[in-house]
């Protein structure tokens, strides 16, 4: 997994999961309360988090 931050700071780890054959989706992942959960928008700050967005 790599870890990769929002524009404000926030840490978020990238999971690259088979999504088919031959296909790996990127899930950008955030480590809560409740563990790992798959997000779409920064908890912290609330952009759209893509993994082409991130550092
Ligand atoms: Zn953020």
Redesign the pocket.
């Given at each position: 997994m790599q870890e990769r931050y929002?524009?404000?700071?926030?840490a978020f780890l990238v999971a690259y999961l088979r999504g088919g054959p031959a296909q790996l989706r990127a899930h950008i992942v955030a480590a809560g309360k409740s563990g790992m959960l798959t997000v779409h928008r920064?908890?912290?700050?609330?952009?759209p988090?893509d993994i082409n967005s991130l550092r």
């Open positions: 929002c524009q404000c700071g926030a920064c908890p912290c700050c609330g952009q988090v």
